[in-house]
């Protein structure tokens, strides 16, 4: 990969996106950048009558945006950014420059101007470069540039125009469209970069981080900075400053007075700069394969600052020393100071000086306070528990795995029984709640977004099929007024319910247990199969389908949750991992799971992809009158169900 060095170079930095969109953080995230989301207070507000053309405007939205989350973080959050990102996307059509829609008739307006129409798609983007002088004084760099995309719209009719802006994609969007989801139907041709239009021009964006991370003295980068002119490219540099590069591979900001700087030095110390930029740039070092092989010292380092409740501890406190930590969780000073400088190193804690003595003090940073904090809303702790306890253990024999083609379950905990749900040791206390617990974590960051995906007004009652602690139950309650759902779970599971119960009381969730292979299932309108089919073969789903198929009545839906793979089986790479430590299952992507579904009469009717940890897929069960046939091949039915 070209790229993924200069990426990689950055996993040492504290980087920041100083935006909120769910799309930039996904094009960054997707290509492996480390990052924090702080969101920029800076409102859009320019005149934009004091630029010449949208691109300045665009820019200078960029710019503003990521200087103002740069010149707050140091008192805010009490911590200085390497480098943040802004970026401001706008679409232009006839010398007007159209931002977010404010309600429906705005919305109207912008996509009437654009029907049948090409238009332009400008992102802005400022990378602005933090450098800390003796402590206090903070140098701000600011490297700029924009990515143009042409874009054609079909002719659009009123129907598509008020059909689009009543799914509601339309408000938070530039242009009042959003190309990567309903609104790609509206397009007919885009010529440039496509995740420009989504919001972020990554391809443009990696090559400035190139000029600016790996530029010896005589390549590009310094043209643009002596010039401190338009590259022939159409990117504007407004870069005054030089990343220098020094032996041990980090980068120093040098002022250089306007871009003349670099030519004032001598030629001696110039050929220096020259060597140690070669060792440091070199193409040949595979930064990427070394990450891989660290993978598991990563893991193990969370999985053990979690075990030793590190970040409980310090979320009492606004920073403890070392040794108070040590303390703290009855440990040696020797090896908590690892533990905690590994940690700080992947970006989970911060080390800073004591605001009264100066002294060094470890703290969370604000992902670890969300996520990792046991008893935070959104804790993660009891699945990195349940990683550490079985996945890991599992792991371990991956290579028996791979040449027996076998779950190591028997090998790692002496398992015997082939459906590891009803084995005993799986049945022992300690492992049902770590596993439970470890599920319930998951549904409390992710079951509002499966909750929430559908329109369910339609269903009274649910049955959660394999609902374990109520979790995704209570999810649905909360979000559907009107609906109640069943529990149906192992009566062993059933049995500690209790624990899980929120204190806000929920009447409209109950619990059956059974075994959803053997006994009736529940009476309901909507079943829901929430990260139950992953576990099983083909011939198992099927078995569970087909009585599914026959206690659902026509009309019947059937909401599945899990993690759905692309049609390459390649991403999410979370699921292609998760499945190497199954014991008879898979993971499928959408048309597999529809393929699945469809045999058993259930139609697609609508799909989303949350963002989430996990994906939903609405079906409903057919009638045996419906005139409707089923599509064969699962591509069809994907193309008619609506992507929400
Ligand atoms: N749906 C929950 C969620 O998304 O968090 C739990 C998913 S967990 C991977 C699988 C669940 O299926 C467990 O709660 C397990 O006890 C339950 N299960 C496994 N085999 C079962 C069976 N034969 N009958 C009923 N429930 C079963």
Not at 37 to 58: G, H, N, R
């Amino acid at each position: 990969m070209l790229l993924n060095p200069v990426i990689s170079k950055l996993s040492n930095k504290l980087v920041v996106l100083a935006s909120a969109s769910p799309r930039r953080l996904e094009i960054l995230t997707n290509a492996g950048l480390r990052f924090e989301v702080v969101p920029s207070w800076f409102k859009e507000t320019l005149d934009k009558s004091l630029f010449k053309t949208p691109y300045q405007y665009a820019v200078e939205t960029a710019k503003q945006k990521a200087l103002e989350v740069a010149q707050r973080m140091p008192f805010k959050h009490l911590k200085t950014p390497d480098i943040v990102i802004g970026a401001d996307t706008v679409v232009t059509i006839d010398g007007l420059i159209l931002e977010k829609p404010t309600d429906k008739q705005d919305a109207y307006r912008m996509l009437s101007r654009l029907s049948g129409k090409e238009h332009s798609v400008f992102t802005g983007v400022a990378i602005v470069l933090c450098h800390e002088q003796n402590g206090s004084e903070i140098e701000y760099k600011v490297v700029d540039f924009f990515e143009e995309t042409k874009v054609k719209f079909a002719d659009l009719s009123e129907e598509m125009l008020w059909e689009y802006i009543n799914s509601g994609e339309p408000m938070d969007k530039a242009g009042g469209y959003g190309i990567q989801a309903l609104g790609g139907m509206l397009v007919e041709y885009v010529h440039g970069d496509f995740l420009n239009v989504v919001g972020f021009p990554l391809n443009h964006f990696c090559k400035q981080l190139g000029v600016i991370f790996n530029s010896p003295p005589e390549s590009p980068a310094l043209k643009i900075k002596r010039e401190d002119s338009r590259a022939s490219d159409g990117s504007r540099s407004v870069v005054n400053s030089l990343s220098k590069c020094v032996t041990n591979g980090e980068f120093e900001l040098q002022e250089t007075n306007n871009g003349k700087g670099a030519s004032q030095k001598s030629t001696q110390k110039q050929n220096v700069m020259r060597s140690e930029c070669a060792k440091f740039d070199r193409k040949d070092v595979p930064h990427s394969i070394m990450d891989l092989i660290d993978g598991f010292k990563v893991s193990k380092t969370l999985f053990t600052a979690s075990k030793l409740k590190v970040f409980d501890v310090l979320n009492s406190s606004n920073g403890l020393t070392l040794e108070e930590i040590a303390g703290q969780i009855n440990a040696s000073v020797f090896g908590t100071e690892r533990l905690l400088d590994a940690a700080v190193s992947v970006g989970l804690l911060e080390r800073v000086k004591h605001q009264d003595d100066g002294h060094a003090v470890y703290r969370n940073t604000e992902q670890a306070r969300q996520f990792l904090v046991s008893d935070s809303p959104l804790s993660l702790h009891a699945y990195i528990l349940h990683c550490d306890g079985i996945v890991w253990p599992l792991f371990s024999h991956l290579e028996d795995a791979v040449k027996e083609g076998t779950s190591q379950h028997e090998r790692a905990f002496g398992v015997m029984n082939k459906d590891m749900f009803q084995d005993v040791y799986y049945s022992q206390d300690n492992v049902k709640m770590r596993f439970m617990n470890a599920m319930h974590s998951i549904v409390n960051v992710t079951g509002k977004d499966v909750a929430t995906a559908f329109d369910l007004s339609s269903y009274k009652t649910a049955c959660d099929i394999g609902g374990c602690t109520g979790a995704m139950a209570y999810q649905f309650t909360e979000a559907h007024p009107g609906l109640s759902v069943t529990v149906f779970d192992l009566p062993q599971v059933i049995d500690m319910r209790r624990h899980f119960q929120p204190k806000a009381h929920h009447d409209r969730v109950s619990f059956v247990a059974g075994d959803f292979f053997k006994d009736d299932l529940p009476k309901a309108d909507l079943y829901i199969l929430a990260r139950i089919l992953h576990d099983w073969s083909d011939e198992k789903v099927h078995a569970l389908l087909t009585k599914l198929s026959k206690v659902c009545t026509p009309g019947c839906g059937l909401l599945l949750s899990e993690i759905l793979l692309d049609q390459e089986r390649r991403r999410p790479s979370r699921a292609v991992l998760q499945a190497l430590s199954m014991t008879e299952g898979k993971q499928r992507s959408a048309a597999g799971y529809i393929d699945l579904l469809e045999k058993h009469g259930f139609i697609v009717k609508q799909i989303k992809y949350t963002g989430n940890l996990l994906d939903a897929i609405l079906f409903i069960k057919e009638g045996p009158n419906d005139k409707r046939t089923l599509l064969a091949g699962s591509s069809a039915s994907i193309e008619t169900a609506e992507l929400v």
